[in-house]
């Protein structure tokens, strides 16, 4: 039982670059999410989808683009990494993404741009 | 504006004794809220939640108190374990929400527990 799997964990990019942080569940879940985690700012949602073909922005979307060919997978991408980009990527899905609903997360990676 | 609000960064508490985390928010439209325990190098863990038509959830070691006057929760663990060591974050959301779950965090707290 996979969960939500993100890979990779660790990356080091140079301003400027782009790149894709990949995020795949298991569970059949319908929503997924990106949120990125800054010291004391918490989690902030970055862009989301209630279903594949389906995706709106979150709280902080400049800079990152997603899209949601299937249920299973949701990739963020970076278009042009910039060092505000500095900070750890959580994936989360839940079955219908209703407000009562818990998330599950994935183990995160660490993005760091020089 | 910061809507969910945790003021404590850090708590140390002994093993045995009671841990309490507190989180406060501003949105009166907020009525379901969760707590999430993170370890270092892994993905937040759901723990434990409660609807605004309750004030108290219990779930073992763990119980939530909701205060919807003063808009304010807390999370009372009892008895701390070594085990408890983790960054918890506090978390809510709306029903009013009507397109995917837009869950609103806190800061996180860090919690330690001495053995």
């Known amino acids: 039982n996979a969960g939500v799997t993100q890979t990779p964990k660790f990356q080091v990019l140079k301003t400027g670059q782009s790149m894709t942080l990949q995020c795949a569940q298991d569970m059949n879940h319908e929503y997924m999410s990106w949120y990125r985690q800054d010291p004391g700012m918490g989690l902030r949602l970055i862009h989301y989808s209630v279903g594949a073909g389906i995706t709106d922005q979150g709280e902080v979307p400049n800079g990152y683009n997603v899209s949601r060919s299937t249920t299973e997978d949701f990739p963020l991408r970076l278009l042009s990494a910039a060092p505000s980009q500095t900070s750890v990527y959580f994936c989360?899905?839940?079955?219908?993404?209703?407000?009562?609903?818990?998330?599950?997360f994935g183990s995160g990676t660490q993005l760091s741009v020089l | 504006d910061q809507q969910v609000k945790q003021n404590s960064p850090s708590l140390s508490v002994q093993e045995g004794r009671i841990s309490i985390l507190n989180c406060d928010y501003t949105?009166?439209?907020?009525?379901?809220f969760l707590w999430y325990k993170k370890y270092p190098a892994e993905g937040p863990t759901f723990l434990i939640s409660?609807?605004?038509?309750?004030d108290k959830n219990e779930d073992g070691r763990f119980t939530v108190f909701l205060n919807k006057s003063a808009k304010h929760l807390s999370l009372h663990i009892v008895p701390s374990q070594p085990g408890d060591s983790a960054v918890y974050f506090c978390?809510?959301?709306?029903?009013?929400?009507?397109?995917?779950?837009?869950?609103?965090f806190g800061e996180g707290t860090q919690l330690t527990v001495n053995p």
């Open positions: 949105n009166s439209m907020f009525d379901y």
């Open positions: 978390a809510a959301s709306g029903v009013y929400q009507t397109s995917g779950s837009r869950l609103t």
């Open positions: 409660i609807s605004s038509i309750k």
């Open positions: 989360a899905s839940s079955f219908l993404g209703t407000a009562n609903e818990k998330l599950f």
